[in-house]
């Protein structure tokens, strides 16, 4: 397996153009299964995501041609399978949001567990119960989530607790139910809204309402459509806070800063800079650091895939910051890497009046000693060490540590990386980065 040696204390200095949003681009493939004819996706991120969903959807029977450098054309007409093979479950966290297109096609489903980073414990409930409402029995055999309907009607559904991926299913499940749908307390995230707009590109009727509804009208009969990925916002604030944290400066095009208010808020407060304009948005370093606290919030508020990045930037400001984390159960599983590394970080358990309405996760399924907040103690200086990725944001941010540590780090288990990030070695060597993938 290959691994990065990366050698801190450089600077990052330049500009980088970030891809379509991994967290969009794979479910509106998933979506063009909907289609009687032929959509093209623009503007596709190259990581191992987008590569397994096209390698699913081909055999599957769908035809997938790469046609330019960023664009995918999906033609779901030859679509003859309704199971996906099982070994393709443990490897994303994908493979539940087939099931809407493939009960729309056949009626019935066969599907694995999904797997993906284990951040959280995912609880799949809240969209099964939501298939069910809409009239579809969901079963589970053999580690396969089997899912079966004489016909999906329109239905009201309220999410218990916010669930992201949750609402995209039930939106891919209800564009082509008879009846209107209505979800209440839905997910409010742009790669929503961008789903939302390749939906209704495609014919569909999906709008969004006052206090995180969405209402949609099922229609018979949906037409393929050209459609532009919007750009990856975790994209940008991982090459945004690799530039805070090492003292760089970075252009960033295409970020978009109606994506990242809240993290452009939490800059202005530990004192980091940044331009927006038309090119995108520059980061820079522009003196001392000050602590600050975050809560990570569902959208519009901090992201939980931000904050673990956030927290190398947190360990070279002046002060002590903190980090409530209310959206992943267990996220901090960088902690310990950051603290080998010379970080003063310390994990406890914030008071809360309403548990329940604080945390979207079920605190009943915390393992025992699970904590759901950090203090960070700075500025300290970072050194080298040997580590191991476990998920997708810990590979990231290791990284960023490295990369402004003394001494080189050695970090193996990058295939995690790869799932998110395009060439994330090769951009940064762009930037000034000492950062080398060997086997």
């Avoid at 809240?126 to 989530?145: D, K, P, Q, S, W």
């Avoid at 476990?390 to 003394?406: N, P």
Wanted: proline residues 4%.
């Amino acid at each position: 397996m290959a691994r990065f040696y990366v050698t801190g204390g450089t600077p990052l200095h330049g500009s980088v153009r970030i891809g379509g949003a991994k967290n969009a681009s794979y479910k509106i493939m998933i979506a063009s299964l909907l289609a009687d004819t032929e959509s093209r996706i623009l503007n596709f991120s190259h990581i191992s995501d987008v590569e397994l969903v096209a390698k699913i959807i081909g055999y599957l029977g769908a035809e997938v041609n790469r046609a330019g450098e960023r664009a995918i054309f999906i033609n779901p007409t030859q679509l003859n399978s309704f199971e996906i093979d099982p070994a393709h479950g443990e490897q994303g966290r994908f493979s539940t949001m087939f099931i809407p297109p493939l009960l729309a096609r056949f009626g019935k489903a066969r599907v694995p567990a999904p797997g993906g980073d284990k951040i959280s414990k995912r609880p799949l409930d809240r969209h099964f119960e939501g298939l069910r409402a809409l009239g579809a029995t969901v079963g589970y055999e053999n580690g396969m989530y089997v899912a079966e309907t004489s016909g999906l009607k329109g239905a009201t559904y309220r999410f218990e607790k916010n669930t992201h991926t949750g609402t995209e299913t039930l939106i891919l499940a209800a564009v082509k139910a008879s009846g209107k749908t209505v979800l209440e307390n839905a997910a409010e995230e742009p790669e929503i809204d961008d789903l939302i707009l390749f939906l209704n590109s495609m014919g569909a009727k999906v709008q969004r309402r006052p206090d995180r509804v969405i209402e949609i009208e099922g229609v018979e009969k949906l037409n393929g459509a050209i459609h532009r990925l919007m750009p990856d916002r975790n994209e940008a604030v991982s090459y945004a806070c690799a530039a805070i944290a090492t003292r760089g400066d970075v252009i960033i095009e295409n970020a978009r800063h109606q994506d990242l208010t809240a993290f452009l808020e939490k800059l202005e407060e530990i004192g980091a800079g940044f331009e927006v304009g038309n090119f995108g948005i520059r980061f820079y370093r522009k003196g001392e650091l000050r602590a600050t606290d975050v809560t990570t919030e569902i959208h519009p508020g901090f992201m939980t895939d931000w904050q673990p990045l956030w927290a190398t930037v947190m360990t070279q400001c002046s002060g002590v910051s903190t980090i409530h984390e209310t959206i992943m159960s267990n996220r901090f599983q960088y902690v310990d890497a950051l603290v080998k590394m010379g970080a003063k970080i310390e994990k406890f358990n914030p008071e809360t009046a309403n548990p329940d309405e604080v945390y979207n996760f079920d605190l009943k399924d915390d393992q025992p000693g699970t904590m759901h907040a950090i203090r960070i103690s700075g500025p300290t200086p970072l050194q080298a060490g040997e580590f191991e990725v476990v998920d997708l944001r810990h590979g990231a941010t290791l990284i960023t540590a490295a990369m402004s540590a003394q001494g080189t780090s050695i970090i193996s288990g990058i295939e995690h990386v790869d799932r998110g990030y395009e060439k994330l070695d090769e951009r940064l060597r762009s930037m000034g980065a000492k950062i080398e993938r060997k086997d």
